[in-house]
């Protein structure tokens, strides 16, 4: 493996955790959440092309106590400027305050935006929300839910003071 191939996955690695770990409860200045924890990824395969780099199956990013998880994960951009991600297939973005879960994601790195598709489910302890599109935005906080489902709509079921 050649070394700028190795910077890029390196480089690939640290933007798909910064993509993937925001705390979609509030905003975060740092949306890696793993301070100098060091970065782990990997995958059944990884793949090279011109557009970017994919780990494909059981791809999963780790830092500290947070994880992206699906069955692939591409990277679009180069090794010095990666401008999206986007994981797909059973997508799990793992915090120890939350879980996210749904089909596909997709983090645009200019603006800031985590768009995660499909049966979208978000759990913050006993706290459920469902729903078929969640927009995040990493650097503001602001989220925006979409229906999903034969009645398109957005539910929950939250628990006061955590009873």
Known sequence: MTMAKTRLILCAA????AVALPSVGGAQNAPIGGGDAPIMWGGDRVQYSAEGFALIGRAEILQGDN???AERIDFKGTEA???EAEAVGGVFFVTPQQTVRGDRAHYNLANGDLTVTGQVVL???RNVATGGRL???VRSGDARWEGAGSNGRVQGVFYPNGN
């Open 81 to 83: 400027d990666v401008r």
């Open 123 to 125: 759990n913050q302890g």
């Open 135 to 137: 927009i995040y935005n």
């Open 67 to 69: 994880r992206l998880r």
């Open 14 to 17: 640290a933007t798909a955790l």
